[in-house]
C-alpha cells in the first residue's frame, strides 16, 4: 500500500513561521458553519484497498490484503460493479450497504461472496470509518474474512482529467506497507519508506528508499527507479 503526499523541504524556521500564520489566521477567522454528509455522497465507483492481520499472533504471511472496485446508488446500496480480489487471487462479488450519518461517520456491512465453493465466503463490516470532507476517500478499520484492518475507499471521477507534468511531477514523500517482501528476512511483512521524484511527461523516476530492516531499496544515485 502507498500513500504519498507532495512536498517540499523547507527549514524549521519558516515552518514554525508557517504554523504560526496558519493558527494566526484560525483566530481571526469567522467560525465555519459546519459540514454535513448524507448517504448520497457514496453514489459512484470506488477503489477499494484493504490490509488485514488475524486477531491473534502472527507472521508475515498470515497478513492479508483486498483490493477492487464497488459501485453505490444514492442509497448507499451496492449495485453494478462489486468485486474484490486477495492477494492469494480469491475473487469476491460484493453486496450489501452502507450508512453515513451527517457528521460524515460510515457503519455497516458488505457481503463478500466467494466465487469458487472451495473459498469461503465472509463479510466485510465497517464501524465508525470516516469520510473525509473532500467526499472522495473513505478511511477506517473493518472486519474483513474475520481478520482485522485498515481500509481505504476512493472515489472514481471520470470528468476529473490529470497530466504527469501538472499533477504528478516534482518531489514526493514515500511510504509504502506490505504483506510480504522478499528482500526482507526472507519475506516477512515490512515496510519502505524515504522520497521519490517524478520527471514530468517522462516515466523517469529517482528515489531514495529504505526497508525496515535498514537495507537500501534505491538510491538517486543508482538511476532510474522503477
Known amino acids: ?68 472496485e464497488v459501485s453505490f446508488d444514492a442509497t448507499g446500496t451496492v449495485t453494478g460493479i ?23 461517520v460510515v457503519n455497516g456491512t458488505l457481503l463478500l461472496t466467494a466465487d469458487e465453493p472451495t473459498t469461503p465466503s465472509g463479510t466485510l463490516v465497517i464501524r465508525e470509518a470516516r469520510l473525509l470532507a473532500s467526499r472522495f476517500t473513505m478511511v477506517g478499520a473493518a472486519t474483513v474474512l474475520d481478520q482485522v484492518g485498515l481500509f481505504t475507499f476512493v472515489k472514481r471521477d471520470d470528468a476529473q482529467t490529470f497530466t504527469l507534468a501538472d499533477d504528478v511531477a516534482g518531489d514526493w514523500d514515500y511510504h509504502e506497507l506490505t504483506p510480504s517482501n522478499d528482500a526482507v528476512n526472507g519475506g516477512d511483512a515490512a515496510w519502505v519508506n524515504g522520497s521519490i521524484t517524478f520527471h514530468g511527461e517522462s516515466p523517469c523516476t529517482e528515489a531514495d528508499l529504505d526497508r525496515s530492516d535498514g537495507s537500501v531499496r534505491s538510491r538517486r544515485t543508482d538511476g532510474t527507479f522503477g
Open 82 to 104: 462489486g468485486s474484490l480480489t486477495d492477494d492469494a487471487r480469491n475473487a469476491y462479488t460484493v453486496s450489501g450497504s452502507l450508512a453515513v450519518s451527517v457528521g460524515g
Open 1 to 68: 500500500m502507498r500513500a504519498t503526499a507532495k512536498g517540499r523541504t523547507r527549514s524549521a524556521g519558516t515552518i514554525w513561521a508557517a504554523i504560526f500564520t496558519a493558527l494566526l489566521a484560525l483566530a481571526l477567522a469567522a467560525p465555519a458553519r459546519a459540514q454535513t454528509f448524507s448517504v448520497g455522497d457514496l453514489e459512484g465507483s470506488w477503489q477499494v484497498f484493504q490490509l488485514a492481520t488475524p486477531p491473534g499472533v502472527l507472521t508475515g504471511a498470515d497478513v492479508r490484503s483486498y483490493r477492487g
